[in-house]
């Protein structure tokens, strides 16, 4: 009985609780910003925000495992009743996708006036910087340096053993995003065939890119296919591993871009504008390159990290645009091809 | 039948729980074909001597022995369904996934229920749950619930039976009913049996030989003497 | 609509799922029958320990598993469908034990000695303890064949795809949840049909079930082959725990690394509580108050209730999140959408059928006697229901609180979708920081998770034992 009792005053308890809290927090400045820039980095830029302007920032965070389509799928769904002022993207194929349906809104960030147009949305729905780049990571511990390889074409070198080597799931995230940049650049018949003898040959496919790392960090595989925010968390920790850019004497790597942008009708447009300013100004960008997030300035910043080779790295040359609009094709085909 | 060889012989048995004793030196026989009544107030460890009876559990001390056979000691026990026994609880406890028939058969090996036996049919006849044999034990009354209990041990045909408060919570019409039927099954079937109870008018009908176990021991109250039933009611 | 592709990733999904289901349910009910067959002495001083921490185990997210079982397989060339399937079941294997647990425990004691009076031990656990914990034992495989169809992490760390993953593709692609929809369409048919043949099942199982307890009696006597399983799968319990606890605590490596984590996510861990608390204990509300209705609709009515109660079960968890963004977020709806009453009903959405199931077995094992005297005796209905319906129904209120507080702790598909913004779980923190790869920050969140459910657990056990709901 006494249980009884107890439990029904726990539950009033519960329940008033629940319904004071949603509606006591204070009303003060503030702004939403979903983003998919990894926690462990993202949350302390936010926070140093919070402190040097006052402004109460309110996150979400993306997760890696629902493969992109959590929350930029959220800002699609609100468009009637937008929560976000701003969106925040490792990335930038899902925010041309919010471009395309219409949820972002322009604006001109002073902070952005020294960034090349090419990493600008023609109609300033969108601004990238703070790139990363897809690379190559090798085990050094199996494989000498003569035999690091070179190109991403390596991973179809016979005399290489496809067992050793490991990419992330080309339907979703930044591999996607590079093999859409391959059908841009190769045309879709040769793309094809590439990723059709990667299936064939048994190279292993894998659900992330943290997953191909943490293979090649623990030997599982020579070498693999990552980003290099992943890779040189590894280098980072010490592990025997290298980073090489791939295809420098050839078509160049994939650069993917942060992309930031402002949503339409979000609730605290003053707000977003101070957020966009901030987080595109040459400091952050420096400071997400210093913190390990991105390695690939957009600006002329000067970097120092132990991580990736020094010097400039030759960029693929394709647009966003092309890029993107290879995005269902290439989606299709590779989950044909490789959810099997 | 040799109606006066030994069926069930308890010796110096003993049990205890957590301490407490609740069976001290208990001796008895039954003979083959006898129905004798045991007795006692609550608490006072009938049920317990039942189940020591049917081997769900071990004596600490003493032995059993069912047909010169020993069944139960404090270092060994035969297995329940080996002492060919039949047994019914104060709940029915009727399978519920199963329906009448299939409940009075569980103890058959054969699975063949087309061909139910001679002496099933003849059980199923002298209980009247003829008309139940498909019913799920859900849709029984109370009455037909202990009905059908009672026809599942006397189904694997017994030597000896065992009733533990068979008839509790049924209206005295229905009791009346039910003592009838099952004097006249046991009398027909030719089974021993040991009927345990605390209602005098039960004890009567069933038999004169009463036992009454209290305060861990046993004692034999003669015929005509029911004067332990009064002192039963006392705290 | 399905190419030949798709059909074959459909069908070996099924396989997969079901495979795991059927794994998890063996060794769970094998484990747990050791109710019946052993000295009730020694179950209670080495097995409820054990059974208490294998359960508890059902916050350490399958990718934890996969993670600590990878190390090892990596290294001896294990992979594939059997690799991913073993994970699934040793992550999921708390719920098998869980449900065998609560469907043995159900068994009444004096059915089980009215059989062994009359046959064998081994067909009294065949033909009576089996078909009466049943329905219990089928439930876990439902669910277990549930979560397995929607994982498809665990897989592809064992380079196995599987039909979800065509789903998340496409859903990837379009950014339209009508596709995927029709994509998971068959999915949610072949469960559903699962649920009517397990509800149709049931049906007689559940009827007459009442709660009885005897004297202990002595052990059931097995054949040895079933003794041999059930050692087999008690010792599967100690390696389901310890090796994704080992690979944690040695990714920890110091006990300073724990506090720290824990201290970075106290916003987190509050927010989880509340969620959590709140989503089971609205569940339990909602369940209370249908569990009733189920259980005296007329029997044509109950198939179709059941259908209707379990079908959430069927949908995919973005889906569900999804759904509520869009119906929530229209003009008019301020009130609710943002808030934390989002989550909370994402997570109602997906678990409180659960809850209903676990009411729904306790209402039927409730002594009707025990209510008609209430009835009888009680000042009002209140006094009624607080003095007599509420304790006697406790156990079940409390299990089914438990199933919804554990699974709103783990869920990430909807919560994600549907949490105001500034607020996250720790599930979602710890999925976070796995694709940074902290190992140590993840270590030690999830040991976090474990001593939090392992003292849940406890209390539960404690107030369990206090009203005598133990066996």
């Known amino acids: 009985m006494k249980v009884a009792k107890r439990a029904s005053v726990i539950l009033c308890v519960v329940l008033l609780s629940a319904l004071i809290l949603p509606a006591c927090g204070t009303k003060g400045k503030e702004v939403v910003i979903y983003t998919s820039v990894d926690q462990i980095f993202a949350e302390d830029i936010l926070k140093e925000f919070e402190e040097e302007t006052g402004i109460k920032v309110k996150p979400v965070f993306d997760v890696e495992a629902t493969k992109t389509v959590g929350l930029a799928n959220r800002v699609i769904a609100e468009k009637n009743k937008p929560q976000a002022d701003v969106f925040w993207s490792g990335e930038f194929i899902m925010t041309i996708v919010l471009a395309n349906e219409g949820v972002l809104t322009p604006y001109t960030s002073p902070s952005a006036s020294d960034i090349p147009a090419i990493y600008k949305d023609p109609d300033n729905l969108w601004t990238g910087y703070a790139g990363r780049a897809r690379v190559i990571f090798v085990n050094t511990d199996l494989l000498s340096p003569e035999e690091y390889p070179t190109s991403i074409f390596d991973f179809l070198d016979p005399d290489r053993d496809p067992s050793q080597m490991a990419i992330a799931q080309p339907m979703f995230g930044t591999t996607m995003t590079q093999a859409a940049a391959l059908y841009a650049y190769l045309g879709e018949e040769e793309a094809r065939d590439f990723f059709e003898q990667i299936k064939a040959r048994g190279v292993k496919v894998v659900d992330g890119n943290s997953v191909t790392r943490d293979m090649v960090a623990a030997g599982q595989v020579a070498f693999a296919l990552t980003d290099t925010d992943d890779a040189c968390i590894s280098v980072d920790k010490g592990d025997p591993v290298k980073v090489i850019i791939p295809d420098q004497d050839g078509m160049g790597t994939l650069v993917i871009p942060n992309t930031v942008a402002m949503v339409r009708g979000g609730p605290n447009p003053e707000e977003a504008k101070i957020l966009i300013d901030y987080l595109l100004s040459k400091e952050m960008e420096k400071k997400l390159i210093d913190r390990g997030w991105s390695h690939i300035p957009v600006r002329p910043i000067d970097i120092e990290t132990a991580c990736i080779p020094m010097g400039e790295i030759k960029n693929m040359n394709v647009t966003f645009e092309e890029i993107f609009n290879y995005r269902d094709i290439v989606n299709q085909q590779m989950t044909e091809i490789f959810v099997k | 039948m040799n109606q006066s060889s ?100 569980f103890a058959m090996q054969k699975k063949d229920t087309k061909h139910i036996h001679e002496f099933v049919d003849l059980v199923i006849d002298e209980m009247e749950i003829r008309p139940l044999l498909k019913a799920y034990p859900s849709r029984l009354s109370g009455g037909e619930a202990r009905r059908v209990s009672i026809a599942r041990a006397l189904a694997s045909r017994p030597r000896l039976m065992l009733m533990d408060e068979p008839l509790t919570n049924l209206d005295t019409a229905l009791k009346d009913r039910m003592l009838e039927m099952i004097k006249r099954v046991t009398r027909e079937f030719e089974t021993t049996l040991i009927y345990i109870t605390h209602d005098e008018t039960e004890s009567r009908y069933i038999s004169d030989k009463c036992y009454r176990l209290q305060n861990g021991t046993l004692t034999r109250i003669e015929v005509g003497n029911r004067h332990c039933l009064s002192s039963d009611k006392l705290p | 609509m399905i190419g030949t592709r798709q059909l074959i990733l459909f069908l070996r999904t099924l396989f997969y799922s079901a495979g795991t289901g059927a794994f998890v349910m063996i060794i769970g009910a094998l484990a747990a029958s050791v109710l019946w067959t052993f000295r009730h002495k020694t179950l209670a001083r080495l097995l409820k320990p054990l059974f208490i921490l294998s359960c508890v185990m059902i916050f350490v997210p399958p990718y934890v598993h996969a993670l600590a079982w990878a190390d090892l397989f990596y290294r001896y060339g294990i992979e594939g469908l059997g690799a991913s399937l073993w994970v699934m079941v040793m992550a999921l294997l708390p719920v098998g034990l869980g449900f065998s647990l609560l469907g043995f425990y159900l068994v009444e004691d004096a059915m089980v000695e009215a059989g062994r ?85 049931s049906k007689k199982l559940m009827l007459g079930l ?89 029997s044509r009515h109950k198939l179709l209730l059941w259908v209707c109660i379990l079908f959430p079960l069927a949908i995919p968890a973005p889906l569900v999140g999804i759904g509520l963004v869009t119906l929530f977020s229209q003009r008019g709806m301020g009130f609710i959408y943002g808030t934390l009453w989002m989550p909370v009903l994402a997570n109602m959405i997906r678990f409180a059928p659960l809850a209903v199931v676990t009411l729904s077995v306790q209402l039927k ?59 996250s779980t720790l599930t979602m923190r710890i999925y976070n920081y796995m694709h940074y790869g902290s190992s140590q920050m993840i270590a030690g969140l999830c040991l976090t998770m474990l001593a939090l459910s392992l003292s849940t657990g406890l209390i539960v056990y404690r107030v369990f034992s206090k009203t005598g709901g133990d066996r």
């Open chain 2, 6 to 105: 030994v069926l069930l012989k308890i010796n110096q048995l003993c049990k205890s729980y957590e301490n407490r004793k609740i069976l001290e030196n208990i001796a008895f026989e039954v003979k083959s074909g006898e129905s004798i009544v045991l007795m006692g107030p609550s608490g006072s460890g009938k049920t317990t001597l039942f189940r020591l009876i049917i081997g769900l559990e071990m004596p600490d001390d003493g032995e059993i022995y069912l047909e010169n056979r020993l069944v139960s000691s404090a270092k060994e026990s035969i297995p329940p369904f080996q002492r060919n026994l039949g047994v019914v609880f104060q709940n029915p406890a009727l399978w519920p996934h199963m329906n009448v028939l299939s409940n009075i058969l």
């Open chain 3, 365 to 423: 094992r409730m002594d009707q006697g025990l209510l008609d005297s209430a009835s009888v005796f009680q000042k009002n209905r209140i006094h009624g229901f607080i003095r007599v319906y509420l304790p006697m129904i406790l156990p079940g209120l409390i299990s089914a609180f438990l199933i919804v507080f554990i699974l709103t702790t783990g869920e990430l598909g909807a919560t994600l979708l549907v949490s105001p913004p500034g607020r």
């Open chain 3, 117 to 201: 009076t009359l046959n064998r031990d081994s067909i009294v656990m065949k033909s009576i303890i089996l078909p009466i914990a049943m329905p219990a034992l089928l439930t876990g495989m439902i669910f277990s064949f549930l979560w397995t169809v929607h994982d498809f992490s665990v897989p592809s760390l064992f380079f196995v795809n599987i039909y979800s993953l065509e789903i998340f593709a496409k859903y990837s692609a379009t950014n339209n949840p009508f596709e995927p929809f029709m994509l998971s369409l068959p999915m949610i048919v072949v469960a559903t049909l699962i649920i009517i043949l397990i509800s149709s099942l």
């Open chain 3, 210 to 298: 009442r709660k009885g307890h005897t004297k202990e009696s002595l052990p059931l006597v097995m054949p040895l082959w079933f003794r041999c399983l059930q050692i087999i799968a008690i010792v599967i319990l100690p390696v389901q725990i310890s090796t994704p606890m080992i690979s944690l605590i040695m990714k920890v490596a110091k006990p300073s690394n724990i506090w720290i984590s824990i201290l970075q996510a106290r916003r987190e861990l509050g927010f989880t509580l509340l969620l959590s608390t709140l989503t089971a204990t609205l569940s339990v509300i909602f369940a209370l108050l249908l569990a009733k209705r189920v259980v005296e609709a007329e």
